[in-house]
């Protein structure tokens, strides 16, 4: 029998995953992503854990002893997070930290979310892994240091910056453009922000894969940070216009007019990044893991909303 980094054996057949923030779009998802590839899964979430309570995290870990954590749990308020730095930073920064001590305690592995936020968006390509980071407000820098607080903690880490989630689960760019389009004739969107949206579901399977390379013992695991989102850049205006085609197939739509707007005449709280590509070269070439076109997955999140289907 071969030993893993901590330890436990290989292939262990009591080995599972252990989902953080399992009630969110991603942590749905990726419950659902376990199953269909007979993964054993456990999700918690508020309240059964809390991620800044350090020794909570702690007692549950080394009593579950799962192989592998996924972290999904994070504020994301971006603008709210403005005016309370505190329960960003002690969500984003301390939470994952209390992750890292406890796996490290408990003999697991963590994979982490972070985001595209992390970059200032001034770039003139896609962001690799390598580049420098220069988050642009207090969400943004709450995300870069709880990455930072992993790192430092335990080596055994995974950490998947990923960009412009979408899915059929929570709040989203994608349901409220349906919702508006549905309520108004006309729609201004900012269209000077460019990035690649991710379909949840997607972005789930990627982590599945991740979480199974280290369940069944793969090694040596290239420990480290990676990009994910969905192949293909796009505006919020652009990507507007598309979700508004997507749901004409399946539903008459009040909305007449979707006018391009740039960022300066959409202030908000927090600044946003006006360049959100990411290169996913890096989990391709490492895991195999290439990102699907996020337009299949927007056919089909519409459709699981308007439609009922499973997805």
């Given amino acids: 029998m071969s030993l893993n980094d901590h330890g436990r054996p290989h292939g262990s057949t009591d080995s599972h995953v252990l989902v953080i923030g399992h009630l969110g779009m991603l942590g749905r998802d990726l419950m659902k992503q376990l199953e269909r ?17 350090g020794d909570q995290v702690r007692r549950i870990l080394v009593d579950r002893r799962p192989a592998v954590v996924v972290n999904c749990a994070g504020y994301t308020a971006v603008d709210k997070a403005e005016s309370e730095p505190g329960p960003a930073f002690a969500i984003n920064r301390d ?6 001590d406890a796996c490290r305690s408990a003999g697991a592995s963590l994979i982490h979310i972070s985001t595209d936020y992390v970059f200032d968006g001034r770039a003139d390509r896609p962001y690799v892994e390598e580049d420098p980071v220069n988050p642009l407000g207090v969400y943004a820098r709450s995300k870069w240091e709880g990455e930072e607080i992993v790192r430092k903690r335990l080596p055994e880490h995974l950490i998947v910056r990923t960009a412009w989630m979408f899915g059929v689960q929570g709040g989203n760019f994608v349901k409220t453009i349906l919702r508006l389009s549905e309520e108004r004739e006309e729609l201004k969107v900012v269209c000077d922000q460019v990035g690649c ?7 789930a399977g990627a982590l599945v894969a991740l979480a199974t390379r280290i369940l069944k013992g ?7 940070t990676y990009h994910f989102c969905g192949a293909g850049k796009v505006s919020w205006h652009g990507f507007a216009r598309e979700i508004v085609e997507e749901g004409r197939r399946h539903r008459a739509l009040k909305v007449k007019n979707i006018l391009p707007i ?6 908000t709280p927090a600044a946003r990044p006006l360049w959100s590509v990411l290169d996913c070269r890096k989990i391709a070439g490492t895991f195999g893991i290439v990102p699907p076109s996020w337009r299949i997955g927007l056919e089909k999140v519409v459709r699981g909303i308007y439609l009922g289907e499973e997805v």
Wanted: aromatic share 10%; no cysteine.
């Fill in 95 to 100: 939470g994952p930290g209390n992750l890292a």
């Fill in 262 to 267: 740039p960022t300066t005449d959409y202030p």
């Fill in 37 to 53: 590839n007979g993964l054993k899964g456990l999700g918690l979430d508020l309240p059964d854990v809390d991620i800044t309570n």
């Fill in 218 to 224: 793969y090694t040596p695991i290239a420990w480290g």
């Fill in 197 to 203: 949206p991710t379909w949840s579901m997607d972005l």
